[in-house]
C-alpha cells in the first residue's frame, strides 16, 4: 500500500468516523467515545513499550490522576471542561516524568514492579481522607456532561463522541509526528541498541524519563475525557484491573503500531460485552487466554499481522507481474 | 509500649506470610532471572483448592498435605506448559504479559468455580491467645509452620543432591548442563517448590483475611517489598525482608500513616529500594559486562 492510498483510507475511516454516531443509537455513540478514551491510553503505552522498550503496568494510576484533575477541576473551580484536558495533560506529564526519573534505573521487569505496585497503592491514595475535601473521598466527584456549544444541533452524547475524536485524532497525529522524525528514532535505538544510542550521543537517561512523562501524558488526556464522558470518578474505578486492561489492549492490538492502540481498545471493550452473558468471569478468563495465546502464536498483535499480512499480499502480487512481464 | 510490642508480634506472625510468598518470589527469580507476578493468584487457587478438599471431609492436615503436593504438581506443570516456551528468548514484554494472563486466568477461574463470595477459611489452631493476650493461636500456629517450612527448605536446598542441583542450575545453568544436570527440569522443579511455598502462605493467610478470589493482591506487594528490601537474589534477605515487612506495615499503619496508606507503605519501600540500593540489604550488585 504506498502512502497515498495509505492516505485516503484514512481519510475516508475519518469521514465513516464523523458519520457514525448520526445512524447509530445514543448508547452506541458513547460506547465508541470510550473506545476512543482507551485508544488514546494504548497509545500512550504503545509508545512506551513498544517503540521504547520500557514496561508499565501502572497506567491505570496514571489515567486516575487525569481522570481526578479534570473532576477536580470541573467540579471545585468550575473550569470549563475542554480546559481540563490542557491541566490533566500537563499534570500526567509532569507525574510520569518525576516517576519515570528514578525508574531510569530499573530495567524492564523492575519497572514492571513499580509501576505494578503504583497501580496498586492508588486507589488507597485516592480514598486517603487528608484529600478527601479535593477528592470527595469513597464517594467520588460527580461531574455535569457538556452540552453542544455555538447552538449545535447534536445532543449530549453525540456532541462528546465529536469532541473526543478532535482530541483522538490530534493525539494520533502528535504521536505520529514524534516517532517518525529524530526522535523517534532516538526513542527506538534506545530500545534496540541501548549501549550504541548512547555512543550516537543520545541522552538515553533525559529520552527515556520524557518518553515516560508523554506516555503518562497520553493516560492522562485519556482519564479527563474518560471522566467527563462517564461524569463521574471515584477510586474504585480505578484498581489495578484497570492497568490490566491497558496492558491488554495493546498487547492484543499490536504494541510497536500506532494503530494497535485502535484495535486495541475495540477489543478490550467489545470482548467483555459480548461474553458477559457466559458468566461474571468470562471475559477476564478470555483475555487472559488471549493473552497467552497472542503471545504464543502472533506477539506483534492485530496491526502487526496486518502489516505482515499486507506485505506477503504485496510480496504476491509482486511476484505474479513480475512472471507475466518475462512471459513471451 | 505495650502496643508496640503488640504490633510488633503481630507483625511478626503476618510477615512469615510475606516471607514465605518472598522465598517463592525469590526462588523464581533466581532461577529465571523473572519475577512471577501470578505468584499471588496461584498461592490463591491453592487456597481454594484445600477449602474444596475440606469441605469434600478431608482433615485439615490431610487436606494441607494433599494440597501443597497438588500445587507442587501444578506448578511443575505450569512450567512445563506455558513458561518454558519463553524461556529460550529474554523477552522481558512476552514474559510479563504471559505473567499477567495467567493472573488472570487463575483468578477468574477461581471466581467461576467457588463464586466471589467471601468464605471463611478455617485454622487447626486454639483458637484462645497466647503471650499474655498478645497473639491469637492462629497467629502463633502459623508463625511456627512458617518457621517449619523455611527449614525444611534450607535442609533441602542444603543437604540433598536434588538441592544441590537445583542451586547449581540457577546459579550457573551452562556448567550444570556439563556435568550431567537437566537444567530446564531443575527449573521447572523450582517452580513446583515455589507453588508448594505459596500454598502454605495461602492456607495460613486465608483464616486472618477470608478467603476470596483477590485476597493475595496485597500480600503479593508485601511479599515483592519484602523480597526487594531483602536482595531479590538472596533467599535469606528475602525472609528476613518478609518479616520486616509486617513488622513495618503495622508500625507504619498504626503509629504513622494510618491504615488507609498502608499499601503506600509498600509502593515507597519498592521504589525507595529500587532507586536506592537496587540488590537489596543482602543481595549482590549486579555486574553486567558491555
Known sequence: ?328 | MEALLLQVLSGLATGGIYASLALAVVMIYKATHVVNFAQGEMAMFSTYLAWQLIQWGLPYWGAFFLTIALSFVGGVLIERVIIRPFEAHDAVLAVVTVFIGLFLILNSLAGWTWEYTLKSFPSPFPAEAYLGGYLSGHQLGLFFVVLATLAVVYAFFRFTPLGLAMRAAAENPDSSRLVGIRVSWMLALGWGFAAALGAIAGIMVAPLVFLEPNMMGFVLIYAFAGALLGGIDNPWGAVIGGFAMGVLENIMGVYVVGTELKLTVALVIIVGVLVVRPSGIFGSAVVTRV
Request: charged letters at 10%.
Open chain 1, 1 to 328: 500500500m504506498s502512502a497515498h492510498w495509505r492516505l485516503l483510507a484514512l481519510l475516508a475511516g475519518l469521514a465513516a468516523a464523523c458519520a457514525l454516531p448520526f445512524f447509530l443509537s445514543d448508547y452506541r455513540a458513547f460506547q465508541l467515545t470510550l473506545v476512543m478514551v482507551y485508544a488514546i491510553a494504548l497509545l500512550g503505552l504503545n509508545i512506551l513499550t513498544g517503540f521504547n522498550g520500557q514496561f508499565s503496568l501502572g497506567h491505570g494510576a496514571f489515567y486516575a490522576i487525569g481522570a481526578y484533575a479534570a473532576a477536580i477541576l470541573m467540579a471545585h473551580y468550575e473550569v470549563p471542561y475542554w480546559a481540563t484536558l490542557p491541566a490533566a495533560a500537563a499534570v500526567c506529564l509532569a507525574a510520569g516524568f518525576l516517576f519515570g526519573l528514578p525508574a531510569l534505573r530499573l530495567e524492564g521487569l523492575f519497572l514492571a514492579l513499580a509501576t505494578l505496585s503504583l497501580a496498586v497503592a492508588m486507589p488507597s491514595i485516592l480514598k486517603y481522607r487528608g484529600i478527601a475535601e479535593l477528592t470527595g473521598g469513597v464517594q467520588g466527584l460527580v461531574l455535569t456532561k457538556p452540552d453542544a456549544p455555538f447552538g449545535l444541533p447534536l445532543n449530549q452524547d453525540r456532541w462528546l463522541y465529536f469532541f473526543t475524536l478532535a482530541v483522538t485524532v490530534l493525539m494520533f497525529v502528535l504521536a505520529w509526528n514524534l516517532l517518525r522524525g529524530r526522535v523517534g528514532r532516538a526513542i527506538v535505538a534506545i530500545r534496540d541498541q541501548p549501549i550504541a544510542a548512547r555512543a550516537m550521543g543520545i541522552n538515553a537517561a533525559l529520552y527515556k524519563s520524557l518518553t515516560f512523562g508523554v506516555s503518562a501524558m497520553y493516560a492522562g488526556v485519556a482519564g479527563a475525557l474518560g471522566a467527563i464522558a462517564i461524569q463521574f470518578v471515584a477510586p474504585d474505578s480505578f484498581q489495578v484491573g484497570l492497568s490490566f486492561v491497558f496492558l491488554i489492549g495493546a498487547v492484543i492490538g499490536g504494541v510497536y503500531s500506532i494503530s494497535g492502540a485502535v484495535f486495541g481498545a475495540f477489543f478490550v471493550l467489545f470482548v467483555p460485552h459480548i461474553s458477559e452473558g457466559i458468566s461474571r468471569a468470562a471475559p477476564q478468563a478470555i483475555f487472559g487466554a488471549f493473552l497467552i495465546v497472542f503471545m504464543f502464536v502472533m506477539p506483534v498483535g492485530i496491526a502487526g499481522f496486518l502489516r505482515l499480512a499486507a506485505a506477503w499480499a504485496r510480496r504476491r502480487t509482486h511476484r505474479s507481474s513480475h512472471v507475466t512481464g518475462e512471459a513471451p
